[in-house]
């Protein structure tokens, strides 16, 4: 698990409902007078929403400018909790600006219907409910029902959240929307990029939601990254859901040569477009995860010469298609399923090099596939995608499947996709194909999924 713990200077508590910068005990006024290190404490509110000013100077966004105090934090901002209170913008500013060098965590909140709708200046809009040019730390908390509108002939980022690092744990990212204005074909080239998030830095999302945010261009196509835009620094997912997201792919990927980005026990499902789109440079792996029913390719890799890819154990399936490899350096693939896709399973361009074994993939291009690499195009026999234990949606094996005990451990991984109580066999004679192991106990009428 994350820790988002500060070593706290001291700890200023929100007693007040209102917000404006000048009375004491608001959280605009508790923020501004808060040392780096500090936290912001409105756990005993009890008030549902705080509702910002705005359009009144010197209210709009709050901003948060604490340097780098204990632990490297600047600030922690402390709710009851995300259901119980909400800091809303009501559709016409932006949240939160963050602009202090040190850490802002915030913990226990909804942030929500915050707005940013503005002509192109020098750069572009960006940041819906919170724009942190630092690191931002979301615990517990919310982001939904926020906005970029940008009306100039530029980008705009991040519907929800724009950050140059985030941790998102236990957190729901939903309901967001980048789009450039006007609409149109005579409207320009202008993308909306990160509907739930634009990244610029390391992205880390532990056992958290990314759903239903959406991306367009200004042409009235599609935007990059209807969930999650991420151009450099590399990401980390663990546990977590991408689902139900508008725009060409729901993650958005464009990793640098130093970056890295790892996927491991994860869903994506129902997006729009394509599933998770790895461009560019470094290493990327998918690890003991499922992709499944969506719009476009569940994963699409069009990578640089010299970079890497490496997918273990997952289940690509039921998407519109299954897999692409390309274009450059090495790709390898074990023990996982790319089957039953609408159209193809499984392409590879002549110029990427390709290794793995015991894959079970019912269509394949014409590609010279290593021995070993295809255990049998067979249908797997999977179940439908729900809860058949863990956080996230899976689709198991049924009785009689090819890919039961065929599968092998190359990564070493102790449990499948589900986590504790679901080993992954480390014996290769016994493992299974695909995200999910076989569990015999679903089939026996002894238990069924929760």
């Known amino acids: 698990m994350l820790t988002t713990g500060v070593a706290s200077a001291a700890t200023n508590i929100v007693s007040s409902c209102s917000d404006d910068l000048t009375l004491g005990g608001t959280l605009r006024n508790t923020v501004a007078s808060s040392a780096p290190g500090d936290t912001v404490d409105a756990s005993s ?45 009501q559709n016409q500013e932006r949240v939160f600006t963050h602009t202090g060098s040190g850490s802002l965590v915030i913990d226990g909140l909804t942030i929500e219907k915050g707005n940013v709708y503005g002509p192109y200046t020098s750069t572009p809009q960006k ?98 990254g209807g969930g999650v835009y991420g151009s450099g620094g590399g990401a980390i997912v663990l546990g977590s859901t991408v689902s139900n997201n508008v725009g060409y792919d729901a993650l958005d990927l464009r990793l640098n040569t ?17 599933a998770i789109d790895r461009r560019g440079d470094g290493k990327f792996t998918l690890s003991n995860s499922t992709l499944s029913d969506n719009g476009g390719t569940g994963l699409f890799i069009r990578q640089a010469k010299g970079s890497t890819s490496n997918i273990y154990n997952s289940t690509i399936a039921f998407n519109f298609s299954g897999t692409y490899l390309g274009q450059y350096g090495t790709a390898n693939v074990q023990s996982t399923i790319i089957s039953n896709n609408s159209g193809s399973d499984l392409n590879v361009a002549s110029s990427i090099s390709v290794s793995g074994a015991n894959n079970l993939v019912i269509s394949h291009g014409s590609f010279t596939y290593p021995a070993g690499f295809l255990s049998t195009n067979a249908d797997p026999k999977l179940g439908p995608l729900q809860n058949n234990g863990g956080a996230t949606l899976t689709r198991v094996l049924s009785p009689g499947s090819p890919a039961i005990g065929t599968g092998n451990n190359t990564e070493g991984s102790s449990e499948d996709q589900r986590g504790t109580g679901h080993p992954r066999s480390t014996s290769r004679n016994t493992t299974d194909i695909g995200a999910a192991e076989f569990d015999a106990i679903f089939w026996d009428g002894f238990e069924g999924p929760s």
């Open 258 to 274: 130093v970056d890295s980005a790892l996927i491991a026990a994860s869903t994506f499902s129902n997006n729009t477009r394509d």
């Open 127 to 224: 940041g819906g409910c919170i724009a942190s040019y630092s690191t931002l730390i979301l615990n517990n908390a919310t982001v939904s029902g926020c906005a970029v509108y940008s009306t100039g002939a530029t980008h705009a980022l991040g519907g929800g959240i724009y950050s140059k690092g985030l941790t998102l744990s236990h957190s729901t990212v939903t309901g967001n929307t980048v789009r450039p204005t006007p609409q149109g074909p005579s409207a320009g080239t202008a993308a909306g990029e990160g509907g739930g998030i634009a990244m610029v830095g390391l992205l880390i999302v532990e056992e958290s939601t990314i759903s239903g945010n959406t991306a367009y261009a200004a042409s009235g196509h599609l935007g990059f």
């Open 45 to 89: 509110l009890t008030c549902s929403v705080i509702t910002l000013m705005t359009n009144s100077t010197p209210n709009g966004p709050i901003v948060v400018n604490q340097a780098a105090g204990p632990g490297g934090f600047g600030l922690k901002i402390q709710g009851p909790g995300a259901d119980k209170l909400a800091i809303s913008g």
